[in-house]
């Protein structure tokens, strides 16, 4: 997940600063075509890596606080090839976009963007690809996130009974890192969910209702793609200010950099 969190800080936003200002060498260049095509590729592999990469995050917070008893869902084994699977799927559901995404003139403006019918025929249609990918990969999975941790939440507060003094230090231990785990894991679904839910709620309207939307909608969709942008900062900033992990590395990865050199004694 953090790794599809750094593909919209190297292409997309870079990408959409220059489309700003069309008479960039970048922008009207032979790489123009390409570089429009990794924009949309990549910004829709961070969103469908993530979304993948929080439901196994959650699946196994799930198995862990629920069932503690029981093996973990996710074993070391498991987990690389449920990584790749999720890259996997992600490129599969993103390569339409090879053929779709197209940089091209349009009323002597240079313009990136989706031309479905010159990709695939006059018989395709965009909402026959957008609105299963948003139910599947995006509506679902989030419902499904909400419903798991309302009952790891429920399940965290049947077990904190006031006056209980069976419970050993082992046990103390275990629930206190099953719930700062849990802060963390918690936080990122609301990040996520708060950056990209608005942006793919305006790309289910514009497809269902597109002549009705208000005059004003444009406003939201610009500012849909600034907080979806957004998350690559978000999600970081959660992970260094609820987990000390997080921070002793980056404190390691910093002292690294501005170590200097042992000058050599002759």
């Known amino acids: 997940m953090a790794n599809s969190d750094l593909l919209m800080p190297l292409i997309p936003i870079p990408w959409q600063v220059l489309a700003l200002h069309q008479n960039s060498w970048l922008f009207g260049s032979d790489y123009a075509s390409v570089m429009c095509k990794l924009n949309k590729i990549l910004t829709s592999l961070s969103v469908l890596v993530s979304i993948q990469s929080l439901v196994l995050v959650t699946v196994d917070r799930f198995g862990a606080v629920v069932f503690p008893l029981r093996p973990p869902c996710i ?129 289910t309207l514009q497809l269902l209702i597109p002549e009705k939307l208000p005059c004003g909608f444009t406003l939201y969709r610009r500012f849909t793609t600034v907080l979806m942008a957004s998350y690559c900062i978000i999600n970081p900033c959660i992970c260094f200010t609820l987990s000390r992990n997080y921070r002793q590395a980056l404190n390691k990865l910093l002292k690294c950099f501005t170590r200097q050199p042992l000058k050599s004694h002759k």
Not at 117 to 146: A, M, T
Not at 153 to 173: F, H, R, V
Not at 178 to 191: D, E, F, H, P, Q
């Open 75 to 203: 074993t070391t084994r498991r987990c690389m090839f449920l990584i790749f699977s999720t890259w996997f799927v992600a490129i599969a559901i993103a390569s339409p976009y090879v053929f779709a995404q197209i940089h091209d003139t349009h009323g002597g403006k240079l313009v990136c963007g989706i031309k479905w019918k010159e990709g695939f025929g006059e018989s395709s249609s965009s909402k026959n690809y957008y609105l299963p990918r948003h139910l599947i990969l995006v509506y679902i999975p989030i419902f499904l996130l909400i419903i798991l941790y309302s009952v790891i939440l429920i399940k965290l507060k049947s077990q904190n009974i006031p006056g209980n003094q069976s419970i050993t230090n082992a046990e103390k231990q275990r629930r206190i890192r099953n719930s700062n785990v849990l802060k963390m894991a918690l936080a990122i679904v609301a990040g996520f969910i708060l950056c990209w839910f608005p942006h793919n709620l305006n790309s």
